[in-house]
């Protein structure tokens, strides 16, 4: 069965009793679906990496320039320049500051520590040399927009996007006794797709929000 993403609107027209709903709000829906099951595991498809060259004594690793635009999730952050390979060690800002409160002031150094400080990554201490580092993160799926779109999801969700935008479709609808059906069988589906396709099995815990489920 065809994965695009006109094939998954259709299915999900040829699913659903209100022929209201146009094919802008299908994508819509599939679109959130998807938003919403990258962040449901750590899915090894949506792993990925970005290097940086650090500037000496600047601690935010891309200089101003801004994290990836669909950067969603930190994995790690090392250093990868011959001769100073090493992992760092990740720490909360808030113990950070804790433990090092002059830390705007410290002599620069090779970094041992990364943060995240609003929507930046920095390091500690600030650099002393132009390091390069790999940043691993996991990022968010691309939106579906062309009738020719395929899924960052593996075909194996081709069923469960459909049932991700049906329950949509019915919470608008307000028929929350289909979208708890449907729950249902989404918590079963994600269930065995997280065995098949989680970075680290177990590492996060898969579900849906059934309390979003609710009558208004």
Do not use: C
Not at 121 to 146: G, H, N, Q
């Amino acid at each position: 069965m065809a994965y695009t993403t006109s094939d998954l609107v259709s299915d999900v027209q040829s699913r659903i009793s209100n022929s209201s709903f146009s094919s802008s709000d299908i994508k819509q829906f599939l679109n959130d679906a998807q938003r919403s099951f990258a962040t449901d595991a750590t899915w090894r498809f949506f792993h990925t990496t970005q290097n940086y060259t650090l500037n000496v004594g600047t601690a935010d690793i891309t200089n101003g320039s801004g994290l990836p635009s669909a950067f969603q999730t930190p994995n790690k952050l090392r250093i990868t320049t011959s001769g100073y390979e090493q992992v760092l060690t990740p720490i909360q800002y808030d113990e950070f500051v804790e433990k090092y409160p002059s830390y705007e002031n410290d002599d620069n150094s090779t970094p041992r520590y990364w943060y995240m400080k609003g929507d930046s990554i920095e390091v500690y201490p600030a650099p002393d040399t132009a390091f390069t580092v790999k940043l691993e993160y996991w990022k968010t799926p691309t939106e579906l927009s062309a009738d020719s779109d395929v899924p960052e999801l593996p075909v194996d969700f081709r069923e469960v996007l459909v049932l991700g935008a049906l329950q949509r479709a019915y919470k608008t609808d307000d028929d929350f006794d289909q979208a708890r059906e449907i729950d249902d069988e989404m918590v079963a589906l994600l269930t065995n797709l997280k065995r098949k396709y989680s970075f680290i099995p177990g590492q996060k815990q898969m579900g849906i929000n059934r309390a979003s489920i609710k009558q208004r």
